[in-house]
């Protein structure tokens, strides 16, 4: 069971990326990155995962920040989601991350947690965070894929083995807008969009992202295509369902960005959060949507092309509904 | 009658203590020489400890000792262990270590070697009484609080007549009750509903942890705990730690919440002391958040059939009821029965049967939650209420005021009556503040996605008791000292029914000292601080106390200015002789007692008092002038609170979700002894029960017996979102006969007539459907819009 107590565990407080990059290479596996820390010190706190060392980043300026050429934006991975929630170039012009960003969990949290924490941070399926011997933790089955599993979170699209979801909000944001995460390593850097940041659990199950050990997430880049404002016809739509109007994670969410030609919308991104292990694009609908009026109509029409394809579990089933009816509001606009 | 202090808004102790900070808590000690000590808690739902291999943990730096299940007395089964080798569920405490530190002990206790022989469990009380299910204990299956414990299991034909969800599968009750010819009032019955329902359990939440520190002194044992009572809880607690009652210092000042689970003595109070006294060292049991999910304790969820027969004209003629309660592992609350009375005072059928099995699972403890099993009842009856009132055509109010109880209203299967009941008056106001009869055109608007509703609810719950005592004395400085052994459950009732005895005497609130918190500072014995039972329990005696020590201020006036008592009056801090004006001050009557001694001055003790005030006022005598007495005042029924609930909600049908728009609660307690603390309540009440109906629930796997809901994020208590966006309250204001200055308790209805109404709201935005489950939660609100069944089997439990 849980236990909430901190272990020992040797604390590096560097102030310069570099030194982090040294310590992240040295320490390697036994090196845990922290940014807010709102799911490390879960982890830690319960000694369900364990470490040798912590690499607390809070103290490095150029992790923290929102930057703009006027083109793209490059935010700083330890930007908390309070600055990106109320950051005015983020507003005007990607307010789908603004959206997103504030709707995580509660004031508190978003003060304290970071955009590279939230889209890095591990999945919240119970079973895992309970520290049972499940695939994702290096077992051999999946406790909440079972005929009595307790699985209402779980995931309707593309499980392999584990049916854990992403709980991330911003991550479907970033997807929908084409984003890049800049990952450095010591002597290096790549950069790696969405698409591939996030791990399917049947590429690797033990891990939710592409970071690898002795590598830390600098930031995150937006490129201009998405970008609101400036006379570009590009229309947003977040929504996130949860139980309780704050700190919860998401039961379904949705980020949309649609380019629009007069009335016509040209391309649309539609992703959904908390459906799969990684933030899942609806393909089907944003093909459908090119060249079609947003309206009611549309709407009705896309809602259920990606329902056959969902694989639901034993408690999970309203979120095919959930998901047609969310499709709606961002095709409609509310 | 105008009141000096009652009705009015003061500022307690307590308000500034936590603000500033000043406030400890039980873990805010710390004792020359203290270790901290961890809990180490059973991994299985059910298991048999075969061994404890201490050899590893012995050799971490810093460990100085364990508590073992052997080192300690056990209550008798099932009463909830010390420390076991039978664990019932996850988080079952089997051994307390100590270490130097707190880090230390978690390590040492990471070391320790326990062989488990696991055994069956369940964690689905219903589906356990099938005689081919496991059974959550090896040496019975069912009990409670006037209950045998005894192994009671159904057949396999009485589970052939359930039908799924339509009917509960029904065999023979633990314990059963009627009134009236159940079968002659159905037959009149116009309209007859006969459903099946579930009560889901859920968590305190309380903000602090059941944290306890030890240590022995002289041979005095001294606890800091965290508990809603005082007084109340010292013998059970002493019982415990296995000492008299005399040799236990309890410090409990303050209570960061208990909602009932801390309203007793409980185990967890009791561990630190005996590790104390096995290592000889002070011993600090913190209790993290996290495990306070383990080590806490939650409602009693119910599994049940309740069949209702209305005449045509909405009177509730004939109800049947049956209730299967989940006690959790071991010995718990009676809501099972406490639901039937909730039933039968708040609809007043004719005629009415209950049955009820307590069953044991292989969950964590239960125990009283605001509104023990009255909530419950009222979270499943009202929605039903409301089903009927839809079906016979009748306006949702009107047919709450048909049924609803009158001022000396008759409960139970003894048909007891109520000292004083305003729901009637609760709900007219109600209805006029929230504007019911124009709100009723709003009902079913639709915008968009969104359909507006509006509801109706109630609750009841009884609001005091009698026979416990009365102390306080007035010093020769003139200031009033009232002691008070009721605990702090954080509503600072200790102080406003202490204002009680202020009023009697009509003193200044500044010339009152509130003496509480901690047994050494000479505490009466008073019930503890539980089931909305404060306000008229302790007005009363209060009321004793300060009518004692006014007829002794009289008559010490009589013996020293002439005349006989009855020629003297007080005010103004002087007792006075009528007309002239001749007196003296309450200081110099303090004096004046010294002198007189007997039982002025608390030498002389009244004969019924309690053995602990007697102990207290003897310890006090000879200071001031003692007033003390034990509460003999006549009882008229017994005392009851009532409340009423209207609310308004937008739904949107697309995500199941809602928005409370406006809240309206009001208040049958009696007169009104603290406006703003009333006003929390009714706010506070409310919140709690938004979230009982729609949020919380215990979850575990029924495959493994894990728990799912270990935290505040899985159990959802509401955030401040979820709150109603405009929130009014109000008080009936009339005065119960039985107390002396009108006043009752209220916390507990509060919840349950906001859980009811909100649960009657979603009914009403679904156009009727009622779940018969509670919570109602976004999934099944979408799942039911969409046509699809329910994710949850019939009546299944403890489930998403």
């Known amino acids: ?334 | 009658m105008a009141h000096k202090l009652l009705g009015q808004d003061f500022i307690p102790h307590d308000v500034v203590a936590k603000v500033t900070g000043e406030a400890k808590f039980a873990e805010d000690f710390r004792v020359e020489g203290m270790v901290f000590a961890r809990l180490l808690s059973s991994p299985y739902p059910h298991a048999r400890v075969k061994g404890i291999d201490l050899s590893a943990a012995e050799k971490v730096p810093g460990y100085v000792g364990v508590l073992l299940p052997k080192d300690v007395k056990n209550p008798e089964a099932p009463e909830i262990p010390l420390l076991t080798e039978e664990p019932g569920y996850i988080g079952a405490p089997i051994l307390l270590l100590a270490a130097e530190s707190e880090t230390a002990a978690q390590d040492a206790l990471e070391k320790v070697r326990v062989d488990y022989e696991p055994l069956a469990f369940h964690v689905d009380p219903l589906a356990s009484l099938h005689p081919d299910r496991p059974d959550a204990r090896t040496d019975g299956n069912v009990g409670a609080t006037g209950v045998k414990f005894q192994t009671l299991k159904w057949t396999k034909a009485d589970f052939d007549k359930g039908d799924h969800d339509k009917r509960m599968p029904a065999g023979k009750a633990a314990q059963e009750w009627t009134y009236g010819d159940v079968d002659a009032a159905f037959a009149k019955a116009k309209y007859v509903l006969d459903e099946t329902f579930v009560h889901a359990s859920n968590s305190h939440h309380s903000m602090e942890p059941r944290t306890a520190m030890a240590y022995w002194q002289n041979g005095k044992c001294i606890v800091h705990v965290s508990s809603q009572s005082q007084s109340f809880i010292t013998p059970a607690l002493a019982g415990l730690i296995g000492i008299p009652p005399t040799d236990l210092v309890l410090i409990a000042e303050y209570c960061g919440g208990g909602f009932g689970s801390k309203g007793g003595a409980y185990p967890l109070q009791a561990l630190p002391a005996l590790l104390s006294k096995k290592i000889n060292r002070p011993v600090m049991m913190r209790i993290s958040r996290a495990e306070e999910y383990f080590h806490g304790s939650a409602r009693l969820g119910f599994q049940g059939q309740v069949k209702l027969g209305f005449a045509e004209d909405g009177k509730l003629l004939a109800a049947d009821l049956y209730v299967i309660q989940e006690n959790g592992a071991c010995q718990s609350f009676w809501d099972f029965r406490n639901a039937a009375d909730g039933l039968s005072i708040l609809y007043q059928p004719e005629a009415m049967r209950w049955r009820g099995m307590p069953v044991y699972a292989n969950s964590p403890i239960r125990s009283a939650q605001r509104g023990p099993g009255y909530n419950q009842m009222c979270h499943i009856m009202e929605p039903l209420l409301d089903k009927a009132a839809r079906e016979l055509k009748i306006d949702r109010l009107a047919i709450r005021l048909k049924n609803g109880p009158g001022l000396n209203a008759p409960f139970g299967a003894q048909r007891e009556t109520v000292s004083s009941c305003y729901l009637k008056e609760a709900l007219e106001k109600g209805a006029g503040i929230f504007g019911w009869e124009e709100r009723l055109k709003r009902n079913g608007q639709r915008n968009g996605s969104k359909v507006t509703a509006v509801a109706v609810g109630q609750a009841f719950h009884p609001a005091g008791f009698f026979g416990f005592d009365g102390l306080l004395r007035i010093l020769p400085t003139g200031k009033v000292h009232i002691h008070t052994g009721v605990g702090n459950l954080g509503t600072f009732s200790h102080s406003s029914t202490s204002r009680i005895a202020a009023e009697v005497l009509k003193l200044d609130w500044a010339d009152v000292v509130i003496e509480r918190g901690d047994s050494r500072r000479n505490l009466p014995w008073n019930i503890g601080q539980f089931g909305s039972n404060t306000n008229f329990t302790m007005a009363r005696t209060n009321y004793v106390a300060a009518m004692d020590a006014l007829s002794k201020l009289k008559e010490i006036a009589a013996k020293r200015f002439g005349g006989s008592a009855e020629n003297y009056d007080v005010d103004g801090r002087r007792v006075f002789r009528k007309g002239t004006g001749t007196g003296m001050t309450y200081g110099d009557a303090a004096k004046q007692a010294i002198i007189l001694g007997g039982k002025y001055d608390g030498h002389e003790l009244p004969m019924d008092i309690n053995p602990m005030t007697q102990l207290s006022a003897t310890a006090i005598a000879g200071t001031g002038l003692v007033g003390v007495a034990k509460d003999n005042l006549p009882m008229n029924g017994a005392a009851a609170a009532f409340a009423a609930a209207f609310i308004e909600i937008e739904m949107d049908l697309e995500t199941g979700r809602y928005v409370i728009q406006d809240y309206v609660g009001v208040a049958d307690c009696g007169t009104v002894i603290h406006p703003a603390g009333l006003e929390t309540q009714i706010k506070s009440g409310a919140v709690q029960g938004f979230g009982v109906a729609g949020l919380e629930r215990i979850v575990y796997d029924p495959q493994n017996g894990l728990p799912a809901s270990v935290g505040f994020y899985q159990a959802k208590p509401p955030t401040y979102g979820d709150v109603a966006r405009r929130f009014r309250v109000a008080g009936v204001d009339l005065p119960d006969p039985s107390s002396p200055l009108g006043t009752k308790g209220i916390g507990e209805p509060l919840l349950g007539c906001a859980g009811s109404v909100l649960l009657c709201a979603i009914s009403e935005a679904l156009g009727g459907h009622v779940f018969n489950r509670t919570p109602v939660v976004a999934d099944m609100i979408l799942n039911h819009l969409a046509g699809r069944p329910q994710a949850h089997g019939p009546l299944q439990v403890n489930c998403q």
């Open chain 1, 1 to 334: 069971m849980l236990k909430d107590m901190m272990p020992h565990f040797d604390l590096y407080q560097p102030d310069t990326l570099e030194a982090a990059l040294d310590l992240a290479a040295n320490l390697g596996e036994e090196g845990w990155l922290v940014g807010g820390g709102q799911d490390s010190w879960d982890w830690l706190k319960n000694r369900t995962k364990r470490t040798r060392a912590v690499i607390e980043l809070s103290g490095i300026p150029a992790l923290k920040g929102v930057r703009s050429d006027g083109e793209g934006m490059q935010i700083g991975a330890l930007t908390t989601l309070t600055e990106i929630e109320n950051d005015p170039q983020v507003r005007e012009r990607f307010g789908l991350l603004a959206a997103a960003a504030g709707r995580v969990a509660s004031p508190q949290i978003r003060n304290a947690g970071t955009l590279g924490g939230n889209i890095s941070q591990d999945t919240r399926c119970w079973y895992y965070r309970a520290g049972v011997d499940c695939y994702r933790a290096g077992g051999n089955t999946c406790y909440a894929d079972t005929p009595a599993g307790q699985n209402r979170e779980h995931a309707i699209f593309n499980a392999s083995r584990c049916v854990a979801v992403t709980p991330s909000d911003t991550a479907g944001a970033l997807t929908a807008l084409d984003a890049s995460m800049v990952i450095a390593r010591r002597g290096g850097e790549r950069v790696v969009p969405a698409a591939k940041f996030f791990v399917d659990p049947a590429v690797n199950i033990r891990r939710m992202t592409v970071l690898d050990p002795g590598e830390i997430l600098t930031a995150v880049r937006i490129p201009p295509n998405w970008a609101d404002g400036e006379g570009r016809q590009v229309k947003f739509y977040f929504e996130k369902v949860a139980d309780r109007a704050a700190w919860d994670f998401a039961l379904l969410s949705i980020a949309a960005a649609f380019r629009m030609d007069g009335d016509k919308i040209s391309e649309a991104r539609v992703v959904l959060g908390a459906a799969a292990c990684v933030p899942h694009r609806l393909r089907k609908v944003e093909r459908a949507l090119a060249g079609a009026s947003r309206n009611s109509e549309t709407a009705d029409i896309v809602a259920t092309l990606e329902s056959a394809a969902a694989r639901t579990l034993g408690f999970n089933q309203f979120k095919v509904p959930l998901m047609e009816n969310l499709i709606r509001r961002a095709v409609r606009g509310a």
